[in-house]
């Protein structure tokens, strides 16, 4: 077996550092199978026989990552796959995000990239996702319930995209696996390591950030639209992001795991006429029409968002940003109006712009093709 990427730790392993389970028992005999191999009493197969099980054709196998001790879905064990990290601040709105995120990675991005999504690798995560983030959002027209540091039975969110070329064979696989943990785990760099262990391994990061939590917006829409709690710094929370990746992989030069620095709820900046009139951030990018990465709308976006934080935040932020070897920044709008209490505007969702980050890391790790215009 080749090396394949854990979904939960986004550890590389192998057969030798993973442990091995089958689906077959002599009757009477619980600690044997079909082929004689002894298994011990929890069900594990010994590491000199695990070579050869794999080739049986008698049961089914089971492979757990040693670090989590949880099992790999099959997807995940013949592929090396890109995994993506996304991290959302406390009152981000990161739940909403991950929820029209995958809904439009289905509708969308499948039929523009030739991909696929596969909502049947784990079925605890299907149902997850379906209960918890699609019907309050797609069929009752409510907001997602925000996750708190109490809830500790959240799974995380295991979904294969696959890419296939012009034969519809399968050329790559990306591993996107969605933490929604609290935003309070960003708020503590002991927090942090032990809710988000998985980042310091990701091939790339989206870090979801609010608006609404700068100073300059707050003055401008105080009174005018319900404002959230202030909460941690954005430069603290991004600050120990960096020190958990180059504590964890012993990092001293640039981190090459791609940035994507991306704020929510444009809505309310667009509705407020803190944007521009002619902000590309009011219309939907080129990617999805086009089916490639078009470098010239990537570019654009990244400018007017870099113009938008000098006169936001002060240079510290980009200074933090800095400490990446390829960085970018992002404005999104998860569902197209403030929300009135929890319910949608309008009772509809009008996502704007949602996977430009997750396009752009796809396009950084060649899984999808660049236009320079």
Known sequence: MKKFTCPYCYG???????????????????????????????????????????????????????????????????????????????????????????????????????????????????????????????????????????????????FPLRFMDKKNHITNVAALTFYDTAGENLDSTEDMVISNRYV????????????????????????????????????????????????????KGNIKIPLALTFTKIDALEEYDILREDSCLREESAHLSRGVFVQTDFESVNIEMQDLLENWLDAELVQQMKNFEKYSFFGVTALGGVPNGTKLSGNKIKPRRVLDPLLWILAENKYIKTAKK
């Open 200 to 251: 310091p391994n990701a091939d790339g990061i989206i870090l979801l950030l609010d608006p609404l939590q700068v100073t300059s917006i707050r003055e401008k829409l105080q009174g005018k639209i319900p404002l959230p709690p202030q909460n941690t710094d954005v430069v603290e929370i991004l600050s120990r992001i960096v020190q958990n990746i180059r504590d964890v992989k012993n990092i």
């Open 12 to 158: 590389k392993h192998d057969l030798k550092t993973s442990g091995l389970k089958c689906s077959y028992n002599v009757p009477g005999k619980t600690d044997r199978c079909v082929g004689s191999v002894v298994k011990d009493p929890n069900g594990w197969i010994p590491d000199k026989d695990k070579a050869n099980c794999m080739k049986c054709t008698a049961a089914r196998k089971s492979v757990y990552c040693s670090v989590v001790e949880k099992e790999i879905p099959s997807d995940f064990l013949n592929e090396e796959s890109l995994s993506i990290a996304l991290l959302g601040a406390k009152a981000s709105g990161k739940s909403n995000y991950i929820g029209v995120l995958i809904n439009e990675i289905k509708r969308k991005m499948t039929a523009s990239f030739n991909c696929s999504l596969s909502l049947t690798s784990s079925e605890e995560s299907r149902q997850f996702y379906n209960d918890f983030y699609y019907e309050p959002l797609f069929k009752y027209g409510s907001v997602v319930e925000a996750t708190n540091q109490d809830m500790t039975q959240v799974p995380p969110l295991i």
